[in-house]
């Protein structure tokens, strides 16, 4: 994989998996341009956080993927684009489900017009596991319908359409990869894993409260994910073609909320909340991987198992618990 001083551009570089796709690009020799969606607070989220050797490699830009001629400035010139802004909690998608379709959506296309104009080498436009709904068939390979069983996964379905279509109508070089559940250090709570680890490990907290523990989920840590970016930036792929990435094991909700509870030593009782709960018809019951067409035609594989994951993102959250950065962040405290 070799990035050394190549001119590189991730969109929502300052979210989760974004900012460890950054710091992995710097690392990399990268020339990288991080965008970060605008804000009043002079934020640059997650890449806030980053060693200052870090940061000092890269370039900031503020802005927004829904403005078209601010995107089309910034990617003049960019050989890689990664495309990982958008809005991702499904639970507000059910409240705002337009804002969904302008970011995921519309988003995605000023992405693909500007790569089109600008003939830039190759696009990673980022899926979800979630435009697979309820599994059909396990393991997932990526021939599976596709069930808009949310407005999310709806607008990434729309927003994955549009990708294929660039690539057929206009041979934009754009790879679509499809992360299956991402855990680890930087996620917010808008995910269950982060979720319980906060609820077990805050001592303002009495109780861990959670939602269905039933479903099945494929999950993958942070820094395999990212990896798996870096791969399809450079790997000898089908344009247009998505791409399964997922730990290709399965567990239950059920199963890592145990697993956290054992690794962080808690001896707090569990409650359902059903305000937790999704819509009935709404709720994915299960998704598992099959990325054996990414392994194959590239070779990368998620290597770190789910113990030792969730040992690595528990001890991230101790760090920030016993810095007091969470419950400021959370309205705690001023």
């Known amino acids: ?130 435009v697979y709904g309820t599994a059909l068939t396990m393991p997932i390979k990526e021939s599976h319908p596709l069930q808009g069983q949310s407005p999310y996964s709806a607008s990434k379905i729309g927003a994955d359409m549009m990708a294929e279509a660039y690539a057929r109508s206009f041979d934009v070089p754009v790879v679509t990869l499809r992360p299956f559940n991402t855990y680890g250090p930087r996620q917010s709570e808008r995910a269950i894993v982060p979720t319980i680890i906060r609820q077990a490990l805050d001592k303002n907290c009495s109780a861990i409260m959670v939602g269905d523990t039933s479903p099945i989920r494929d999950l993958t840590f942070v820094e395999d994910t990212a990896a798996a970016f870096l791969t399809a930036g450079v790997a000898e792929l089908k344009f247009g073609h998505a791409y399964n990435a997922g730990s290709q094991r399965a567990a239950t909700i059920a199963e890592v909320l145990d697993l956290v509870v054992e690794l962080s030593g808690s001896k707090k009782p569990v409650h359902r909340d059903e305000s937790r709960l999704r819509p009935q018809n709404s709720e994915v019951r299960a998704l598992l991987a099959d990325s054996t067409e990414f392994e194959t035609q590239t070779g990368w594989r998620a290597r770190t198992n789910l113990r030792d994951g969730l040992e690595r993102t528990i001890s991230w959250w101790r760090g920030r618990l016993s810095e007091g950065r969470v419950r400021r962040e959370m309205g705690y405290m001023t």
């Open 1 to 130: 994989m070799d990035y050394k001083a190549k001119k590189v551009l991730v969109t929502g570089a300052d979210g989760f998996i974004g900012s460890h796709l950054t710091e992995a690009l710097v690392r990399s020799g990268a020339d990288v341009t991080a965008l970060a969606l605008y804000n009043s607070f002079d934020s640059h989220g997650w890449l806030d956080d980053l060693p200052d050797n870090i940061r000092s490699h890269m370039k900031f830009v503020r802005g927004d993927v829904r403005d078209s001629a601010f995107l089309n400035r910034i990617m003049r010139g960019q050989a890689v684009v990664f495309h990982l802004a958008a809005l991702i909690a499904i639970p507000y998608s059910y409240a705002a489900a337009q804002s969904y379709v302008e970011t995921n959506v519309l988003g995605t296309m000023n992405v693909l017009e500007a790569a089109r104009q600008w003939d830039t080498e190759r696009v990673v436009h980022t899926s979800t596991s979630e």
